[in-house]
């Protein structure tokens, strides 16, 4: 070929610009366990502590306080209305078995469950002239459930033609009744007759007439105080 045919081609000349230095990557978050190729802000964003939550105003705090103390009174106006209350004994119709100033506990469930047994002792609310200010919330022992039959001869109490054995009386204490008109008496469906331990003091269905169920505010369930005496009566 002629010269002028040949390509013409530039000599290659080597590159002789020195090469950038090199990333300190341990500078971006290596050393730290990050991600080097994280966008600067968001790393920036994850590195800053958390703001901290703004605090509780003075009348926050009182809102709460009220709130609390609110919410204690309803629980506790529950709990002494449908579920248990604490009764003090005042009177010496329960004794050998309760003494005067004993604390009890009295729980209210068990009366609408059947739990109420012959025997047990319980608190009552009546309503009768006989009484101080025509009512009165009384401590008696159950003798006789709904539709027994109870009589009270010779000092002893038989129901249902049986003699009722009585171990928590102490053995000199004999069951007079009070005149004739509830000394033999059926009992109604709601009807329970009740007496104290303490048989010649005390007021109970022998002159009240045999109580309605609607009437027992519940069952004692233990005696708290005095301290030496804890436990169920």
Request: aromatic letters at 6%.
């Given at each position: 070929?002629?010269?002028?045919?040949?390509?013409?081609r530039?000599?290659?000349?080597?590159?002789?610009?020195?090469?950038?230095?090199?990333?300190?990557?341990?500078a971006?978050?290596?050393?730290?366990g990050?991600?080097?190729?994280?966008?600067?802000?968001?790393l920036?964003?994850?590195q800053?502590?958390?703001?901290?939550?703004?605090?509780?105003t003075?009348?926050?705090?009182?809102?709460?306080?009220?709130?609390?103390m609110?919410a204690?009174?309803?629980?506790?106006?529950?709990?002494?209305t449908?579920?248990?209350q604490?009764?003090?004994v005042?009177?010496?119709?329960?004794?050998?078995t309760?003494?005067?100033?004993?604390?009890?506990?009295?729980?209210?469930v068990?009366?609408?469950?059947g739990?109420?047994?012959?025997?047990?002792?319980?608190?009552?609310?009546m309503?009768?002239?006989?009484?101080?200010?025509?009512?009165?919330?009384?401590?008696?022992?159950?003798i006789?459930m709904?539709?027994?039959?109870v009589?009270?001869?010779?000092?002893?109490?038989?129901?249902?033609?049986?003699?009722?054995?009585?171990?928590?009386?102490?053995?000199?204490?004999?069951?007079?009744?009070?005149?004739?008109?509830?000394?033999?008496?059926l009992?109604?469906?709601?009807?329970?007759?009740?007496?104290?331990d303490?048989r010649?003091?005390s007021?109970?269905?022998r002159r009240l007439?045999?109580?309605?169920?609607?009437n027992?505010?519940?069952?004692?369930?233990?005696?708290?105080?005095?301290?030496?005496?804890?436990?169920?009566?």
């Amino acid at each position: 070929m002629e010269p002028h045919d040949q390509e013409y081609r530039h000599p290659v000349v080597p590159d002789e610009r020195p090469l950038p230095p090199e990333e300190d990557l341990t500078a971006d978050g290596y050393e730290h366990g990050l991600d080097p190729y994280v966008e600067p802000e968001r790393l920036q964003a994850e590195q800053e502590p958390a703001a901290e939550p703004p605090r509780e105003t003075t009348w926050q705090k009182i809102v709460e306080w009220i709130k609390v103390m609110v919410a204690a009174v309803v629980i506790g106006l529950l709990i002494t209305t449908f579920v248990m209350q604490r009764n003090t004994v005042s009177g010496e119709s329960m004794v050998p078995t309760l003494l005067p100033q004993d604390e009890l506990i009295v729980e209210k469930v068990s009366k609408w469950f059947g739990g109420i047994q012959r025997g047990d002792i319980i608190t009552v609310h009546m309503e009768n002239p006989v009484l101080t200010d025509g009512e009165a919330n009384i401590i008696k022992r159950v003798i006789g459930m709904p539709g027994d039959h109870v009589q009270i001869e010779d000092g002893r109490v038989r129901v249902n033609g049986e003699w009722l054995e009585e171990d928590y009386l102490p053995a000199d204490v004999t069951t007079d009744a009070f005149g004739n008109r509830h000394k033999d008496v059926l009992l109604g469906e709601d009807e329970y007759f009740v007496m104290g331990d303490n048989r010649s003091l005390s007021l109970d269905s022998r002159r009240l007439g045999p109580i309605d169920k609607k009437n027992i505010i519940g069952e004692v369930l233990v005696r708290i105080y005095p301290f030496q005496s804890f436990g169920s009566p």
